[in-house]
């Protein structure tokens, strides 16, 4: 999941920093990942953990498959972790990965 999103993160920042950061609030730890890319349009936020989307902007990768944002979600999905993207296209995207306090792996089953 970490791979994916900071891989994103690089890939569409354009040189331009990422910040990540870690905090506890009400005993769950939030971790986000901000880059100060080319962002995310509104009307694509909803989509993009959607298989295959790869976003209505112009972007020079032809490999996107669209589908690591949707493997994300699904493992996140898996583990009861949340995981919630905030972006202002031309400006920046934050996705926020928040973890339960508890988490019962043996209990995990695959769908």
Do not use: P, W
């Not at 999103?5 to 939030?30: A, E, F, L, P, R």
């Not at 944002?69 to 031309?90: A, F, H, P």
């Amino acid at each position: 999941m970490l791979d994916q999103i900071i891989t994103n993160s690089v890939k569409y920042s354009k040189d331009k920093d990422i910040v990540i950061s870690g905090q506890v609030i009400k005993k769950q730890m939030i971790l986000t990942v901000t880059d100060y890319g080319r962002g995310i349009k509104e009307k694509d936020i909803a989509r993009i953990f959607e298989s295959g989307f790869t976003s209505t902007s112009d972007h020079d990768d032809d490999q996107s498959t669209g589908m690591g944002l949707y493997l994300t979600k699904e493992v996140c999905d898996v583990l009861g972790i949340n995981i919630d993207v905030q972006s202002v296209y031309g400006e920046h995207t934050t996705i926020t990965l928040t973890f339960k306090q508890a988490n019962k792996f043996t209990e995990i089953t695959m769908k």
